[in-house]
């Protein structure tokens, strides 16, 4: 399972008396018993009657303000809809949902709206009681009608297409008394139920006074969350104010959340802007992604007087996969043998040297840095649902899984190269007397590299200067983040550099990232164009995993398969969350396991109340 895009992240919740649990342990789904959560495979860590998370300070200072940066620009508060770019963090900050992942276990939920959960006993539904004190913005109760208007118009063709793929499995929405609201499913499904629990966004009916929910686009959203808008100066700033009648404000899981009384987000065209606006005390906190920004622009008078804070802060994470993603949908990407060559191009042992201080790990894998990732031979269990497949698959993908090339001795990138021109060979394309690869058709071989961020020429030039010694022609264009996001949506693109973000328990996003029918999909998340009947059938077998082991088999052998693939070019991770802030901020110590350093941030940490005077 992981969080939709412009979702909601995992907030938490009160124990709840008198909850249904209906645990998977062993592949059996278990009667509905009397408990406090849900959990998959597993019991709950948090007992009954727990006092607060372990990963908060339950007597966190209330109060102060928060300055912080958006990137870009936005240009609407409805973050649901598939055109425009929404204000920064307006999910995590004004949504709520009706159950919430705990950010220590894997795959658990506590209930948030919800004050009972029954999940049924054959897994084929799930119903949810609302908490009668749950309040909207406007100080309506919030309704099983509610609940219900919101899937409905989520999945209904006004909003964002992915919700629909998301939520395919649901069959209908039963509103059964103003507090109680069943959803019946079409099969069974390992975490649907999860899903629709902690990761349906609720908010009301009458949030856009009954317009077409395509065109709610800069009315301020009727939602339950902690905060509203205070100012929106569109494309430069956004300030969110705790909204002072927060019906969950006393919930006693909420101790130590959302402390903040206000958050500004003020807007910054570009990443050198960015991070100069940072050092000269524009905003408070940054999380940064750029090795070299880590290393090197992280200094000055204010670090040296100890005003702002580096901090490597741990995590346990899956890392998922981020590369060069070519988009099979352009002609010049449909051989897999094209694919690889290109892959073999890309000297990362020597950019991580030279270019990002050895702070990087190649990523090999969709599921890099978890279990699910596949490595060496398939075993039994994963040959078990890859022989059906067989007569679509090809034969190399029950042999060794691909990993990605290495320069290091004994290896080097002059013996890749010439692997690669073997495999463009193989597939048609030859260097000609010009220097530049062409096919039997007499075309070049060129194409652009798509980005919305110039610190990404750092990645693309080494590549793109090893790909010229192949005759290929590559190119990168930087673009606006609004246009770069629409073109995107419309897979009018040729290379991108694309995240593939994973969790502990992978899921329903594997149905619009890899799925065939996502791969025509806009605004799906299957930026490779991916339409592989085998990948199809893993994914569907993996949905319907009935234990924790069953899970891992169908992810390892749809790993394998999708590397096989060679869709994208892999890149690297860290296995830290690189975090630079001002001293006036303070945070719990003590880290949860699997957590976004953003919404962690905006969730727990506060202002120390010394430093409010000088705000």
């Known amino acids: 399972m992981h969080p939709l895009p412009h979702m909601v992240f995992p907030r938490f919740s009160l124990p709840i008396l008198g909850l249904a649990l209906a645990c998977l342990l062993g592949g059996k789904w278990e009667g509905a018993i009397a408990a406090h959560a849900i959990a998959w495979g597993d019991s709950p860590k948090y007992a009954p009657g727990f006092s607060h998370f372990s990963y908060v300070n339950p007597?966190?200072?209330?109060?102060?303000?928060?300055?912080?940066?958006?990137?870009?620009?936005?240009?609407?508060?409805?973050?649901?809809?598939?055109?425009?770019?929404?204000?920064?963090?307006?999910?995590?900050?004004?949504?709520?949902?009706?159950?919430?992942?705990?950010?220590d276990e894997p795959f658990s939920m506590y209930g948030l709206l919800a004050e009972d959960i029954d999940f049924a006993a054959d897994g084929l539904s799930i119903t949810f009681r609302l908490r009668a004190e749950a309040r909207f913005s406007n100080?309506?109760?919030?309704?099983?009608?509610?609940?219900?208007?919101?899937?409905?118009?989520?999945?209904g063709k006004q909003a964002h297409p992915r919700f629909r793929q998301y939520f395919a499995d649901v069959a209908r929405v039963t509103v059964l008394d103003p507090r109680t609201v069943r959803f019946e499913f079409h099969r069974r499904n390992h975490e649907l139920h999860m899903i629709v629990g902690s990761q349906l966004p609720v908010f009301s009916r009458k949030w856009g006074s009954g317009k077409p929910f395509g065109e709610v686009v800069q009315d301020e959203p009727i939602a339950s969350g902690p905060y509203r808008i205070e100012r929106a100066e569109w494309g430069r700033s956004v300030v969110y104010r705790k909204d002072a009648g927060w019906w969950g404000r006393a919930l006693n899981v909420r101790r130590g959340m959302f402390n903040f009384d206000r958050i500004v987000y003020k807007y910054f065209k570009d990443e050198t802007a960015r991070l100069e606006g940072f050092k000269a005390g524009e905003f408070d906190w940054i999380y940064e992604n750029s090795a070299r920004n880590w290393a090197r622009g992280h200094a000055g008078p204010r670090y040296t007087r100890g005003e702002v804070i580096k901090r490597e802060f741990q995590h346990a994470n899956a890392a998922g996969m981020q590369g060069f993603v070519m988009n099979t949908r352009r002609t010049q990407f449909v051989d897999v043998r094209v694919r690889q060559a290109l892959g073999l191009a890309m000297d990362f042992e020597w950019m991580n040297r030279q270019i990002f201080y050895g702070q990087y790990q190649r990523s090999p894998s969709y599921f890099t840095n978890s279990e699910m990732a596949a490595t060496g031979r398939p075993g039994a269990d994963e040959l078990s649902l890859l022989e059906p497949l067989r007569a679509k698959l090809s034969e190399a993908v029950l042999g060794e899984v691909p990993v990605p090339p290495r320069t290091d001795a004994p290896n080097s990138l002059r013996a890749n190269l010439r692997e690669a021109q073997k495999l463009l060979a193989e597939a048609g394309w030859r260097v000609a007397d010009d220097g530049r690869l062409r096919n039997a058709a007499g075309q070049t071989f060129a194409f652009e590299i798509l980005t919305y961020s110039k610190a990404l020429e750092r990645v693309a030039v080494p590549w793109v200067r090893n790909l010229e010694k192949l005759g290929i022609e590559a190119r990168m264009r930087v673009t606006d983040p609004a246009l770069y996001t629409k073109r995107v949506d419309?897979?009018?693109?040729?290379?991108?550099?694309?995240?593939?973000?994973?969790?502990?328990?992978?899921?329903?996003?594997?149905?619009?990232?890899?799925?065939?029918?996502?791969?025509?999909?806009?605004?799906?998340?299957?930026?490779?164009?991916?339409?592989?009947?085998?990948?199809?059938?893993?994914?569907?077998?993996?949905?319907?995993?009935?234990?924790?082991a069953e899970l891992v088999s169908a992810a390892r052998a749809l790993d394998r398969v999708l590397r096989h693939g060679y869709y994208l070019v892999p890149h690297f991770h860290a296995a830290t969350h690189r975090v630079a802030f001002s001293r006036r901020l303070g945070h719990p110590e003590q880290l949860p396991r699997y957590y976004a350093a953003t919404p962690w941030m905006l969730k727990t940490w506060w202002v120390k109340p010394e430093s409010r005077d000088k705000e």
Do not use: C, W
């Not at 940066?69 to 920064?88: C, E, M, Q, R, V």
């Not at 100080?139 to 118009?153: I, M, N, Q, Y």
């Open 59 to 103: 007597e966190a200072p209330k109060g102060g303000t928060i300055n912080l940066n958006g990137f870009g620009s936005y240009d609407k508060l409805n973050p649901f809809t598939l055109k425009g770019i929404a204000a920064a963090d307006i999910s995590v900050l004004m949504f709520e949902t009706l159950a919430e992942s705990s950010e």
């Open 490 to 548: 419309e897979f009018e693109y040729d290379v991108v550099v694309h995240l593939y973000t994973a969790s502990q328990t992978p899921g329903n996003e594997l149905v619009e990232r890899f799925t065939s029918q996502a791969a025509g999909e806009k605004g799906a998340d299957n930026v490779a164009g991916v339409r592989d009947a085998a990948v199809d059938a893993l994914v569907a077998r993996l949905l319907e995993s009935r234990s924790r």
């Open 139 to 155: 100080g309506d109760p919030v309704t099983a009608d509610d609940v219900k208007h919101s899937f409905d118009t989520l999945t």
